[in-house]
């Protein structure tokens, strides 16, 4: 069985580890999603022009490793207070987007959206929207495996961001 699930969350760079390294996910690509561009590159992405963001596409099997859980990860990795970027890299292409591809998707994504502002966890607002998936392309090969291939890049990029997970979630070991 297989499903497929689209996030973005600031740099594709950084969202692709925290789920690549679970059981059940059997690929994870990073790309764009959600603009009006054909088939973007990076360099168009970079304009702010082509309505895109940066998003990773995850096809897992939802009986070893269900949505839900997918969806607890990706709080846990972004910062779902900021609207206009995340962590170092700013801009609508970089902002938090849970793109559903099912109703189910759907209903997941909103109960946990509400279940964490209802929580308290954060002292401004859950402002990470909810949207309709649309095409996902994806990104050129040398963004792809980022981390692996880049390894002390990656750390140097992810610095802001595993600071806000160990502030906001150093309960919690999914990340």
């Known amino acids: 069985m297989e499903d497929t699930a689209i996030f973005s969350g600031g740099c594709f760079w950084c969202m ?3 789920f690549d390294k679970q059981p059940g996910i059997k690929k994870v690509t990073s790309g764009y999603t959600g603009g009006h ?5 990076y360099e168009q992405i970079l304009t702010h022009t082509t309505g895109h963001t940066e998003a990773v596409e995850i096809v897992f099997d939802p009986e070893v490793f269900p949505y839900e859980k997918l969806v607890e990860i990706y ?4 910062d779902p207070t900021d609207a206009f970027g995340q962590f170092q890299d700013r801009g609508d292409n970089y ?9 189910e998707q759907k209903i997941i994504a909103e109960k ?3 279940e964490l502002q209802a929580s308290e966890r954060f002292d401004q607002p859950i ?3 909810i ?5 996902f392309w994806a990104a050129e090969d040398y963004h792809q495996d980022y981390y692996k291939k880049n390894p002390a890049r990656y750390a140097q990029e992810g610095v802001l961001r595993h600071e806000f997970i160990k ?3 150093e309960d919690e070991q999914h990340a």
């Not at 561009?37 to 590159?41: M, S």
């Not at 709080?75 to 972004?78: S, Y």
């Not at 949207?131 to 095409?135: I, L």
């Open 16 to 18: 692709v580890s925290p």
């Open 37 to 41: 561009t054909i088939n973007p590159t």
């Open 75 to 78: 709080w846990q990795v972004t």
């Open 95 to 103: 902002r938090p987007v849970i793109h559903y591809n099912s109703e």
């Open 112 to 114: 946990s959206k509400a």
């Open 127 to 129: 402002v990470t929207s």
């Open 131 to 135: 949207e309709p998936a649309q095409t």
């Open 167 to 169: 502030e906001h979630w």
